[in-house]
Structures are given as C-alpha cells and as structure tokens.
C-alpha cells in the first residue's frame, strides 16, 4: 500500500554541594547553564530543560495546567496545534500576560509543523493558525512533528480542519482513505518543508526552528540543505528504556539541543499493552530514588538533566507538576549515573507504524521482517 487519497516567571536555583555530577557534564556540554536549568542554542536563545509537555492534556484540564506550571517556575510550554488544545492554552496565556507578573518575553512557547502540511506553500498557514490559537505573535521554537508528510494529502488542515482522523474529503488534519488507510503524501519531502520554515525565521514568526523524531541520518541531511537557519532543537522519545545515547551524541556535537519527549515513560499512553514495561514501577530506579527521599520520576528528571538535554514533561495534576519542577536541589552521583546506563531497553513508545508507507517513516529498521502497513486507529482531538 502505498498510501494515495484516491486509494487505499524566570527563576534561579542556588548551587549544592552535591552538584560534582553536574560539574562534569557542564564541563562535557559547554551550552549547559551553571544551574541545569536551560541549553543555550545556537540563536542565543535560552530553551528551558524542564517545559511543560501538552500532548493529551484533555481540554478542561489543559490551560489550568499550564497556569499550574508558570506559578511554579515554568519557563518553558510544549504545544502542539494536532493535541487539540492550543486555543485553551492560548486564552490562558493572554491572562496570565495581562495580569503583568510574567511577560511574554520570558516564557519559551514551542509548536510544531503537523504532517499534513509539509507542502511549502502550507507552511506558514500551519503556523499562523497556531499563533491564532496561542494568542501570540510569534513562537521560540517551531520544529516539523514528524519527518513524513502523513497523515497528509497535500491539501492545508489545520485544527479548525478537525483534530481528528476522518474521510480525506473533510479535510481533518488525519484524512483518510476509503479503506480506513491514513493518506500519504508520498510526493512530499523534508527539505522542502525546511526551506519553508527558514522563511518564517526571517519573518520574525518563529525565533528558531527544528525538528522532531528524526533520526541522524534525516537531521545530517537538514544540516546539510539547510540555506540560512539550521535546526536549534531535536524533539525525540526518549527515557532510560530508549536512552538514544548515539543521537544524543550526535546533537551535542552540531550544536542542536536535545529535548526529550514522553521523557518519563509515558504510562497513559493509550495504546499501552500489559506486557510493556512501566518505568516508574522498575524497582532499581525506585532504589535510587528512596535513596535521595525523592520520587522515581525526579530522579529521572535528573538522570535527563545530567546528561545533556532537556525534556517536557506532561501533567494536568498540579501535585505532580510541582513535583516535577522539584529537580534542582539534588544531583546525582556518577555511580548513579552509570546504573542508569543498565536499564536501557531500546524500548520505543510511538512507532506510529500507521504512517509508515511514506518514503520518509524514520522507524522503518524498528518494524519486523515483512510488516505490513495497517488501517489508521480512530484518533480525535477536537472539542466534544
């Protein structure tokens, strides 16, 4: 199958004398601050290690969500225009701006490029329409969500479209085949899009732009193509079970901050199978974490920090918001360290194996011998 639509607040932490862990990989990461609280990138830009991850925040919960998280020290909110809720956001934010506590200025917003508006010619309206919903004028960060144009049948789909799957006659920002198949824009490429979202840089719409669950081989090619802008973030899965030691590497080396997604497990991830593994249930992580009086997910925050990267961390508990903001005053030992390099699994998450006929599907090596591609799951974002 082939997959046509005819066919199928700023804040500061003071240093502890526990932090000769954090010494060692400042010294290994130059753009990291002194604190572990932000990457500096290419642009100058200071990114957030710890940002508020949105993906699944229901609405309702969403937007109280993300004032939680900016009461506590947030600097940072992960968007994304098909989760459904960046209008929500958006009217949180314009209040939270007006009431003059925090501006604008100090909060790094990122949104992201959906597939099913790779044509070059769509690639400002994407943006646009999230900014409509954001409430802004322009983002930190924009990055393409997923190297494939699919979902995707060339034609513009924004949230207004439907964040959900649908006929490709509706036009839903996840169109499908008669069949039940996503539709592919097959014809559609990366470095098109790229050179698109370099406009929008100079525009003034976007301070930066990257990319999300490349891998190195489709990031060198971006480097590589890249006329004016280069990629400042890579968004990727990544947790101690798909610890992506290679490509972290292979960020830190051409300057692109790494920034993890689903960087605790992701435990509500609703296609979850029984016998997958639980992160925050592994027992020597619980260990580690009984042995600083923290919980698993802090001292897993702490494993991402002290490596190098950022991470968004979603939530719409405020307990558990707090808690993973409650990350700086701690560091682990190297002898911590090095236990976690134990527990890696290459275990991903989000195959997203449904969109696998494009040309451009990174996770193709990750898919059994003879797999074949399967009809799309029922997926919807949009407002009930």
């Not at 932490?13 to 932000?38: C, H, I, N, V």
């Not at 991850?53 to 909110?77: D, F, I, M, N």
């Amino acid at each position: 199958f082939f997959g046509s639509c005819t066919k199928p607040f700023v804040f500061t932490m003071s240093k502890t004398s526990s932090d000769s862990a954090s010494d060692a990989k400042r010294s290994a990461y130059p753009f990291m601050s002194e604190k572990l609280d932000f990457l500096t990138l290419r642009t100058g830009q200071k990114l957030p290690s710890v940002m508020l991850g949105t993906w699944k925040s229901p609405l309702g919960k969403a937007g109280e969500a993300v004032r939680e998280a900016l009461k506590t020290g947030y600097l940072g909110v992960d968007c994304a225009n098909d989760y459904g809720n960046e209008a929500e956001i958006g009217g949180v934010l314009a209040e939270v701006f007006r009431e003059g506590k925090i501006k604008r200025e100090d909060i790094f917003i990122q949104c992201k490029l959906w597939n099913s508006n790779h044509r070059p010619e769509h690639v400002k309206a994407d943006l646009e329409a999230s900014l409509k919903d954001l409430q802004l004028a322009y983002v930190d960060s924009f990055v393409i969500h997923w190297p494939q144009a699919c979902p995707g049948q060339g034609k513009l789909a924004v949230r207004e479209n439907g964040a959900k799957t649908g006929p490709a006659k509706e036009g839903t920002m996840f169109p499908l085949t008669d069949d039940g198949y996503f539709c592919s824009d097959n014809d559609s490429h990366y470095i098109e899009t790229w050179h698109a979202m370099e406009e929008l840089v100079d525009q003034g719409l976007t301070k930066s732009i990257g990319l999300s669950n490349f891998t190195a081989t489709q990031v060198r090619e971006v480097v590589a193509k890249a006329k004016r802008h280069l990629p400042a973030v890579l968004q990727n899965e990544c947790h101690p079970y798909l610890q992506q030691k290679d490509l972290v590497d292979f960020c830190h080396i051409h300057g692109i901050a790494f920034q993890a997604y689903s960087p605790l497990g992701c435990a509500d991830r609703p296609w979850a199978k029984p016998s997958d593994p639980e992160l925050l249930q592994d027992p020597k992580i619980k260990e580690i974490a009984d042995k600083y009086k923290k919980s698993t997910a802090q001292v897993v925050i702490r494993w991402h920090l002290q490596r190098g990267t950022a991470l968004c961390p979603k939530s719409v508990t405020p307990s558990r918001i707090r808690e993973n903001f409650d990350v700086f005053d701690f560091a682990l030992t190297d002898e911590d360290m090095k236990k976690f390099d134990g527990f890696n699994r290459n275990w991903r998450h989000l195959l997203w194996p449904e969109t696998a006929m494009h040309p451009d599907y990174p996770f193709k090596d990750e898919l059994v011998h003879g797999f074949k591609v399967g009809k799309a799951p029922v997926i919807d974002n949009s407002p009930k």
